[in-house]
């Protein structure tokens, strides 16, 4: 079977924190694995009331095929968005896409070839990596700290590497939930720069924000910096997932290669998806739906925290999660998170080890844990089962 298949396809790899899934749906097993959003935050009767008049009155529309662009009311909408976040950019520079997952994967269709270096944090998105992987570019680690990406780090292996891109998640990145510090992102710009690579900055996370004044302005607002940033954005975490509607907002040549390769991946993402989600923005409904989803998740994150504080406390390290849909553990000493699994859903608890987000390999005693899915009192009972597989 082997033999049939292209070398791209022969170098991909399967996600490998996939292998959970089959605890995510257990209601014995407290679940801090998933990365999903909570289904409690969806607006599902509102998405009905708009899809049922949508079929009713636009069945022409919503059932057709549409521009590969995107549609083009959306297409405006979400460059006010971007806008908004300080980036300067017009209707022209948006292409909508099927959720930014497929942003991933036309970018590195469109900008990769075998070989090409392109670097990565440590720890990452799998799903970044995972498109990067399939057209068989090479991954570079960057160290992250608590003010994320390192900037020595990032000079370092730009000179080593002559990299093609540097992808990066800036606001409390999937899975280290870090949010990165402003003056990092000027110092990302300014290596990008002296070293001649691309920047692609995933945003899915920066609208959940749980801590007062946390600066989420991405590198793509830095003056100058639209030549170099490919930004990515998303509808997944702030309406729902399964509406599969994201973004890419990049430089003009750039985006019409984007669109060609879009075209023969999917000639445009779905209709009726794009239009509910146009519908629901231009009603000014994102708004409050942003408001409802932040608080819905801000008393989970909290009472997270306070359970990794008193069960925790000396025997690892967490970040604040001051945005985002995960707390990201460290834990002291020489622990290999990934062989305790088996122990913890034995005590009824899921979580994620953080290898699996290392393209270098490090990260053994690293886990990722999400505060999304499960209520107060399961977070809580959650966290001290966990500390009892790890005493
Ligand atoms: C960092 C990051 N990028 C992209 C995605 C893909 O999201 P979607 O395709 O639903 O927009 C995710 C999903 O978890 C993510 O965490």
Redesign the pocket.
Known sequence: MERGLSADARNFRPSAIRRFAKYYHDPSIIGFAG??PSSETFPAARVAAIAERLLREQSSVVLQYGPTAGVPRLREFVAGICRGRGIDCTTDDVLI????????DLVAHTLLDPGDVVLVELPT?I??TGSFYARRAEMRGVAQDDGGIVVESLSEAARRFQPKLLYV?PNF??PSGRLMAQQRRDEVLRVAEEHDFLIVE?D??GELVYAEGADTTPIAARPGSTKRTIY?G????VLA?GL???WIVAPKEILAAIEIAKQAADLCSGMLDQSIVDEFCAGGELAPQIERVRNFYRGKRATMLAALGEHFGGRATWTPADGGLFAWLTLAGDVDAEARIEDAVAAGVVYVPGAPFFVDGSGRNTLRLTFAKEPDERIRDGVARLARVFA
């Open positions: 990365g999903s896409t099927t959720g930014s997952q497929q942003a991933l998105y799903g970044g998640i990145q999937n995933d899915p996370y990515l998303s509808f997944s975490k997932p599969r509607c994201g």
